[in-house]
């Protein structure tokens, strides 16, 4: 397939992923805060891979069964009976390096077991921390991209509509796209500028409030900033792996 032959689009919830085919597409899961950042860190750190489930009582058992790292949130807190959460920073290497991480979130777990359900042969994470191992990848690819956004439990979101656009604005010339979502993820990236952490503050992003009222800066600002976790997360039978 040559470049142009190739088409973007952009889901910006998990709610509209039926109306994407993604059977010829690389589908990039995202969900900057956190899963995605914290998939990143870890592999980038040196997991050995990182598992994604969709309930706490799935991790639990497959932690135990495997000997692996019991992690995840519900609603921007660590879930009931889980040993850590989704923060990256509770994963350096000290503690991950060669260790199965079992994780679940609230959205993008959820999202990667739809878009496999729906028949993507490939499935890769993105976020801000690993954007230029995401390009890269996409520029080298002979199939459609999809950039699935996981919200925030169906309602669109404004960090992960922000990746997208970033992703956009670096690979668009190589890709045919007829897609408003995808424009309109452009013109919000473009219109933050350099400081996306002052741009969520400073439109309100429920999110931002959300985990700034848990104590959280930290984890968002790391969380928008470009390349600190530059890794490929891809999935592989169950899991991802850096790539």
């Known amino acids: 397939m040559s470049s142009k032959e190739r088409s973007l689009f952009t889901c910006l919830s998990p709610a509209l992923l039926n109306l994407y085919d993604v059977t ?3 589908v ?7 899963a995605t950042s914290t998939i990143a860190t870890a592999l980038h750190n040196g997991a050995s891979c990182v598992i994604p489930v969709s309930t706490v009582q799935r991790c639990i058992e497959l932690g135990n069964e495997m000997g692996g790292i019991t992690a995840g949130e519900r609603d921007g807190k660590v879930a009931d ?9 509770e994963y350096p290497r000290s503690f991950v390096e060669n260790k199965i991480l079992v994780l679940t979130t609230t959205n993008g777990t959820k999202f990667l077991h ?3 359900d729906n028949g993507a042969p490939e499935i890769i994470t993105g976020s801000f921390p690993n954007l230029s191992a995401v390009c890269e ?3 080298k690819t002979e199939k459609n991209v999809l950039l699935g956004c996981a919200a925030w439990k169906d309602r669109v979101n404004m960090e992960d509509t922000l990746f997208a656009g970033a992703v956009i604005n670096r690979i668009k010339d190589h890709f045919t796209m007829h897609c408003d979502s ?3 993820a452009e013109n919000l ?17 429920t999110h931002y409030h959300r985990l700034t009222n848990y104590g959280l800066e930290k984890d968002i600002r790391y969380c928008l900033t470009a390349d600190g976790a530059n890794v490929l997360p891809i999935f592989k039978g169950d899991r991802l792996v850096n790539g």
């Open 24 to 26: 010829n597409s690389v």
């Open 114 to 116: 739809m878009a496999l």
């Open 189 to 205: 990236f473009l219109e933050a500028g350099e400081d996306r952490y002052a741009f969520m503050r400073d439109r309100g992003a």
């Open 28 to 34: 990039v899961i995202i969900d900057v805060l956190r």
């Open 81 to 89: 009976g889980l040993s850590y959460g989704n923060s990256p920073f």
């Open 137 to 139: 990848h996409l520029l």
């Open 182 to 184: 995808s424009k309109m």
